[in-house]
């Protein structure tokens, strides 16, 4: 693993050592196990075990499914080489190591060849593994790997997996730390939003070569490709990408291609990155950007208590005061037995400082652009109002009203049920 320039590489300069060149004498010699599936040749110094000697078949699983979803015809004939090594001293003197491969903390790829240091856990060695392999299969079948975000985050997003009773799943949105053991991304996006870290869309997107020894970068760079590829409004587009990765204007593409787009990733991102939660569920959080229409009367919307936010369908205007009646019950948590909530919330747990279940309100505002570039106020996504069972506003910034009710992302599923919020003009209106 690692943030470095790639773009320069081709396919063609890439080394594709056969596998008959490798010297199994001074394999022997330094006590190196060579274990071959259809797509890797691994060599490592491991003792025998169940989870080291089916690498392979986890790399072998792994290849259709990069080639479906980077759309590229199978080649059975593929193959990288790779080492996984406890002993480096052993590989640089069985010739496994060239000059060319620097000290690296984790990980590296080259061409057809990756090369890893044994992890303290079978998922993280797995992991490692999943994301060089990825890094090879792009520079190697798509002939680059784009620019750092696209590369690292794509590494990442196909090197989180599930292996289970010989099926591997690639994407994989953890359901809690336990499954991901040592991979800690969303930590290092939580910990960076508690200390108001939080790294714009251009910013990611701006990731740069570096060998800081941080893994918060590779945090960012999968966070913003699980969201593109997991959002229904984003995945088709951002799906395509593998195809730009030889251009050296991957991130003009990446605007052509998303158009206006951009301006509803650059909201949606940092709401999306703020509330990043362990089985966080990115259809059921995904901003609706539907314009509103003019509040000209008293409405009454349903919201439904196991989605994000929702697209009231109302526009509200800067300085003109709203009043919010909210009544219902609704099922905010399940263990041995239901919680039952009303849109007051409940005090015996909070979320993000407040009480569970409580309802909140947020205006997406018209000028997205500008929007992106300023930091949060009282109403914004980032910083909703407490509505509760009722309350007055008046907005700051004009925009479409969005409702929901406090949750982790991670936690809706076990929702159930809605509640009614009636909204109209506030008493300072009547007057």
Same mark, same amino acid.
């Given at each position: 693993?690692?943030?470095?320039?790639?773009?320069?590489?081709?396919?063609?300069?890439?080394?594709?050592?056969?596998?008959?060149?490798?010297?199994?004498?001074?394999?022997?010699?330094?006590?190196?196990?060579?274990?071959?599936?259809?797509?890797?040749?691994?060599?490592?110094?491991?003792?025998?075990?169940?989870?080291?000697?089916?690498?392979?078949?986890?790399?072998?699983?792994?290849?259709?499914?990069?080639?479906?979803?980077?759309?590229?015809?199978?080649?059975?004939?593929?193959?990288?080489?790779?080492?996984?090594?406890?002993?480096?001293?052993?590989?640089?003197?069985?010739?496994?190591?060239?000059?060319?491969?620097?000290?690296?903390?984790?990980?590296?790829?080259?061409?057809?060849?990756?090369?890893?240091?044994?992890?303290?856990?079978?998922?993280?060695?797995?992991?490692?593994?999943?994301?060089?392999?990825?890094?090879?299969?792009?520079?190697?079948?798509?002939?680059?790997?784009?620019?750092?975000?696209?590369?690292?985050?794509?590494?990442?997003?196909?090197?989180?997996?599930?292996?289970?009773?010989?099926?591997?799943?690639?994407?994989?949105?953890?359901?809690?730390?336990?499954?991901?053991?040592?991979?800690?991304?969303?930590?290092?996006?939580?910990?960076?939003?508690?200390?108001?870290?939080?790294?714009?869309?251009?910013?990611?997107?701006?990731?740069?070569?570096?060998?800081?020894?941080?893994?918060?970068?590779?945090?960012?760079?999968?966070?913003?490709?699980?969201?593109?590829?997991?959002?229904?409004?984003?995945?088709?587009?951002?799906?395509?990408?593998?195809?730009?990765?030889?251009?050296?204007?991957?991130?003009?593409?990446?605007?052509?291609?998303?158009?206006?787009?951009?301006?509803?990733?650059?909201?949606?991102?940092?709401?999306?990155?703020?509330?990043?939660?362990?089985?966080?569920?990115?259809?059921?959080?995904?901003?609706?950007? $539907? +314009? *509103?229409?003019?509040?000209?009367?008293?409405?009454? &919307?349903?919201?439904? @208590?196991?989605?994000?936010?929702? #697209?009231? %369908?109302?526009?509200?205007?800067?300085?003109?005061?709203?009043?919010?009646?909210?009544?219902?019950?609704?099922?905010?948590?399940?263990?041995?037995?239901?919680?039952?909530?009303?849109?007051?919330?409940?005090?015996?747990?909070?979320?993000?400082?407040?009480?569970?279940?409580?309802?909140?309100?947020?205006?997406?505002?018209?000028?997205?652009?500008?929007?992106?570039?300023?930091?949060?106020?009282?109403?914004?996504?980032?910083?909703?109002?407490?509505?509760?069972?009722?309350?007055?506003? $008046? +907005? *700051?910034?004009?925009?479409?009203?969005?409702?929901? &009710?406090?949750?982790? @992302?991670?936690?809706?599923?076990? #929702?159930? %049920?809605?509640?009614?919020?009636?909204?109209?003009?506030?008493?300072?209106?009547?007057?």
């Amino acid at each position: 693993m690692r943030l470095e320039p790639r773009r320069s590489e081709s396919a063609a300069a890439l080394s594709t050592e056969p596998v008959g060149a490798i010297d199994d004498d001074r394999l022997a010699t330094q006590r190196i196990r060579r274990l071959d599936g259809r797509h890797l040749t691994l060599l490592t110094d491991l003792p025998s075990s169940e989870p080291v000697d089916t690498l392979v078949d986890v790399f072998d699983a792994a290849y259709p499914l990069w080639c479906e979803y980077f759309q590229v015809e199978a080649d059975t004939e593929w193959r990288m080489f790779g080492c996984v090594m406890n002993d480096r001293q052993r590989f640089e003197r069985a010739g496994l190591l060239p000059d060319t491969v620097r000290q690296f903390r984790e990980g590296y790829s080259q061409g057809h060849w990756l090369w890893l240091y044994d992890q303290p856990n079978d998922y993280y060695r797995r992991h490692l593994l999943l994301h060089e392999g990825t890094h090879g299969f792009m520079a190697t079948r798509l002939g680059g790997m784009g620019p750092h975000w696209y590369m690292e985050g794509m590494a990442e997003l196909l090197g989180t997996h599930r292996w289970k009773d010989g099926v591997l799943r690639l994407g994989y949105f953890p359901a809690d730390r336990g499954e991901v053991p040592m991979l800690g991304r969303i930590k290092l996006v939580q910990e960076a939003v508690a200390d108001d870290r939080l790294r714009t869309l251009d910013d990611v997107l701006n990731i740069g070569p570096s060998r800081v020894v941080s893994n918060e970068p590779y945090a960012w760079c999968w966070s913003l490709c699980t969201l593109l590829n997991a959002h229904p409004r984003y995945r088709d587009t951002f799906r395509t990408l593998g195809r730009e990765v030889t251009s050296d204007a991957f991130n003009e593409r990446v605007h052509a291609l998303f158009g206006e787009r951009m301006d509803e990733l650059a909201v949606e991102w940092p709401a999306f990155a703020a509330s990043l939660e362990h089985a966080a569920d990115v259809e059921a959080t995904a901003l609706d950007f $539907t +314009p *509103g229409e003019p509040l000209a009367a008293t409405t009454e &919307v349903t919201v439904d @208590a196991a989605r994000g936010w929702q #697209n009231t %369908g109302l526009h509200v205007e800067a300085g003109q005061p709203l009043r919010f009646e909210a009544s219902g019950r609704y099922q905010i948590a399940a263990t041995d037995q239901s919680w039952m909530c009303e849109p007051g919330g409940v005090t015996i747990r909070y979320y993000a400082g407040r009480p569970l279940g409580v309802l909140l309100a947020a205006a997406i505002p018209d000028d997205l652009a500008d929007a992106a570039r300023q930091p949060p106020r009282e109403g914004d996504l980032r910083m909703p109002l407490v509505v509760g069972l009722g309350r007055e506003w $008046t +907005p *700051g910034r004009s925009g479409t009203l969005q409702l929901r &009710v406090n949750d982790s @992302a991670g936690e809706l599923a076990d #929702n159930a %049920g809605e509640l009614k919020v009636k909204i109209g003009g506030g008493a300072s209106a009547a007057d």
